[in-house]
T-cell receptor, first 115, second 111 residues
């Protein structure tokens, strides 16, 4: 099946610094990718939709200047958490719908801890 | 009312039991229904995928969709400790790629 690779799987950073998370579709092209945030024992919360060649679409309440999304190519989307604070600590997951199977495949997730 | 409702559990069962996981939804436009399994600190993995109403079986897993009742189920037969995970239902509309998720049900299968 289709594979989505997310990197890094975990990262610790200091408050005020920025962290970049990469999401790659390995064997299919993804014009759209989704970025989710998940708190412990909670479901996935959609943060934004990344669109190749155009601006990302952010969900209500998500700060676009804080969570920068770039969909550089048909196989790569990045999420940059800028000026990170401890409350940004969470599990971030990307997914990409496979246009052939109309399914969504998920990356392994990135656990971000801001200290 | 949320679009997708799912009991968060936890649901604890002994090994070998039949497990029933369920979701209800309110949007009749949903046509695609999925079940994902998520182990702790991992991304969700697709288990079952169903289009419209009906049943689908894959090994020990059976997915059922009843669109008239807006109710979907996932059955796990002969449950194993390795089935212990959070199970998320998800659904989407025709022509849309955005998924709407349930909260997820935590399943614990004890040896």
């Amino acid at each position: 099946g289709a594979v989505v690779s997310q990197h890094p799987s975990w990262v610790i950073c200091k408050s005020g610094t920025s962290v970049k998370i990469e999401c790659r579709s390995l064997d299919f092209q993804a014009t759209t990718m989704f970025w989710y945030r998940q708190f412990p024992k909670q479901s996935l919360m959609l943060m934004a939709t990344s669109n190749e060649g155009s601006k990302a679409t952010y969900e209500q309440g998500v700060e676009k200047d804080k969570f920068l999304i770039n969909h550089a190519s048909l196989t790569l989307s990045t999420l940059t958490v800028t000026s990170a604070h401890p409350e940004d600590s969470s599990f971030y997951i990307c997914s990409a719908p496979d246009p052939v199977y109309t399914e969504a495949f998920f990356g392994q997730g990135t656990r971000l801890t801001v200290v | 009312q949320k679009e997708v409702e799912q009991d968060p559990g936890p649901l604890s069962v002994p090994e070998g039991a039949i497990v029933s996981l369920n979701c209800t939804y309110s949007n009749s436009a949903f046509q695609y229904f999925m079940w994902y399994r998520q182990y702790s600190r991992k991304g969700p993995e697709l288990l079952m995928y169903t289009y419209s109403s009906g049943n689908k079986e894959d090994g020990r897993f059976t997915a059922q969709v009843d669109k008239s009742s807006k109710y979907i189920s996932l059955f796990i037969r002969d449950s194993q400790p390795s089935d212990s995970a959070t199970y998320l239902c998800a659904m989407k509309r025709e022509g849309y790629s955005t998924l709407t998720f349930g909260k997820g049900t935590m399943l614990l299968v004890s040896p």
